[in-house]
């Protein structure tokens, strides 16, 4: 008994350690479950990452069937169980037998492929405190039934999870106020310095122009002034981009200022009323400031609708103008860096971007969001 309780105290240390080290969620994941069935007898295992719709999503596995793994039927991905349906309505409160796998069980059924001889598992709730994250779930060949003890063991590596789940989150969010601190200070450092260098540049070179007697030192101080006028739209855009000034009053009224500031006329249309998050909310500036810079710089025309549809799933986001327009197919890759790195972002976030344009036609920008 002795030598049991001295095991398991072993298993918790190990994964402790690799959960107190990790700093990236998903790697820290696969290497926490890795090592629970390096030093036990299991064989398999998985984590669901469960929104509070019921969409769970297989953030981490190890070893997994080729029956599980089946990219036609996507059994991990598609579809309720037990285990899922009993920790939504609240029943799946600590670690529990699980009967007989529905995953498993509907891959014998249609010859998706080997299980592994694997029909059981046991399932444990994810959480921190009143937090909830998903589920773990661990299994083995011709294992049928797990000891109290395993139970036992699995919720505490369970509970192990969810605390660092929740440190990591944590980590992340206090990651994202300070990059938005340094923005913010960057942002007043160029207008305090940068930008009224620039005014200055301005009118010293206006004066310059009307002082001038002689044709060509006047046009060269025009020329000048000219290039300082340009400079400060570009640098108050750039200023804009650090720090968008009317976030606080939503997106819409932001990105409406946006344009303005760069000369766009803004039709805007909102359906649904919602906070967003920060993360979500930050996104949708950062692609509708791409899109009205695109438009400004190649649509060849100053109207832009931006439509934003706030329902309780999800956000999306549309900016068109009937401007030139560009050869596009939606199989290619984006256009430009600028939306390249949007779309990275999005993705982040479970979302997706979309761009429509053709010669002529002008162009749509589209980005839709999940609110989970």
């Not at 000891?147 to 789940?165: F, K, M, N, W």
């Not at 300082?228 to 570009?234: G, I, K, T, Y």
């Amino acid at each position: 008994m002795e030598k049991d309780h001295i095991s398991e105290l072993k298993i918790l240390k190990d994964i402790a350690e690799i959960l107190n080290e990790g700093t990236n969620l998903h790697t820290m994941l696969h290497d926490a479950l890795l090592k629970l069935l390096q030093i036990t007898d299991l064989q398999t295992g998985w984590i669901f990452f469960i929104d509070e719709n019921g969409k769970h999503e297989m953030i981490a596995a190890q070893h997994l069937p080729p029956a599980l793994l089946n990219k036609t039927a996507q059994p991990m991905c598609n579809g309720s169980c037990w285990c899922v349906d009993r920790y939504m309505d609240g029943r799946l409160q600590k670690a529990s037998n699980i009967m007989e796998c529905k995953r498993l069980e509907d891959s014998v059924i249609h010859e998706w492929g080997d299980t592994h001889d694997i029909t059981h598992h046991a399932t444990v709730p994810l959480q921190a405190g009143d937090e909830r994250f998903g589920l773990l779930n661990v299994a083995a060949p011709y294992k049928i039934h797990f000891e109290q003890r395993e139970l036992d063991l699995l919720g505490s590596v369970a509970l192990q999870i969810g605390t660092a789940i929740k440190r990591i989150k944590l980590t992340q969010s206090q990651q994202e106020v300070k990059l938005i601190e340094e923005r913010n200070r960057l942002a007043k450092d160029l207008h305090d310095s940068v930008n009224q260098l620039l005014f200055s540049i301005n009118v010293t070179a206006k004066a310059g122009s009307s002082l001038a007697k002689d044709v060509q030192l006047k046009e060269t101080f025009s020329l000048i002034q000219e290039t300082a006028q340009h400079a400060q739209v570009e640098m108050k855009a750039l200023i804009w981009q650090l720090r968008p000034q009317g976030l606080e009053n939503g997106i819409v009224s932001a990105l409406k200022s946006y344009g303005q500031m760069l000369g766009l006329n803004v039709k805007e249309q909102i359906k649904g009323v919602s906070v967003l998050p920060a993360v979500i909310e930050e996104t949708l500036w950062r692609v509708g400031q791409e899109a009205f810079n695109n438009c400004r710089k190649h649509a060849g025309t100053a109207e832009v609708h931006l439509n934003v549809n706030i329902s309780k799933d999800q956000v999306i986001m549309k900016v068109r103008d009937s401007g030139n327009g560009f050869m596009y197919s939606p199989s290619a890759e984006l256009p430009t860096l600028g939306l390249k790195t949007m779309q990275e972002r999005i993705k982040r976030l479970n979302g997706k971007l979309s761009v429509t344009s053709s010669i002529g036609n002008g162009t749509i920008v589209e980005v839709s969001i999940p609110l989970s």
